[in-house]
């Protein structure tokens, strides 16, 4: 059974910082992209970051590019998502999520292009 734990969140001040963890366990040996995705209250959820698991290459939304860095640490099963010059409409409840496959060429950045989900942590940002 695979499980994905995210932890980090909590309220912090416009131009702060925060590191998000997504730790993962079960069958990781079947994940291929790891993902970080948010969702503020009425609105849909929408991709912030993604690494591939094993080279580690990264993708950002354009809101995100230069503030926000994902990494993993593959000994560990976790990935992180560090969040610098943050801003309030950063606020949402962030989640990790985890694609079986990769396809070269594809972006995963669409939900539905990731099968597993952690419960999400929640992040405010007050100016």
């Known amino acids: 059974q695979v499980q994905l734990v995210e932890s980090g969140g909590g309220l912090v001040q416009a131009g702060g910082s925060l590191r998000l963890s997504c730790a993962a366990s079960?069958?990781?040996?079947?994940?291929?992209?790891m993902g970080w995705f948010r969702q503020a209250p009425g609105k849909e959820r929408e991709f912030v970051a993604r690494i591939r698991w094993s080279s580690g290459s990264t993708y950002f939304a354009d809101s995100v590019k230069g503030r926000f860095a994902i990494s993993r640490d593959n000994a560990a099963n976790t990935v992180y998502l560090q969040m610098n010059s943050l801003k309030p409409e950063d606020t949402a409840v962030y989640f990790c999520?985890?694609?079986?496959?990769?396809?070269?060429?594809?972006?995963?950045?669409?939900?539905?292009?990731?099968?597993?989900w952690g419960q999400g942590t929640q992040v405010t940002v007050s100016s």
């Open positions: 079960g069958r990781t040996a079947n994940f291929a992209v």
């Open positions: 999520a985890a694609a079986a496959t990769y396809v070269f060429g594809r972006s995963y950045n669409s939900v539905n292009q990731y099968v597993y």
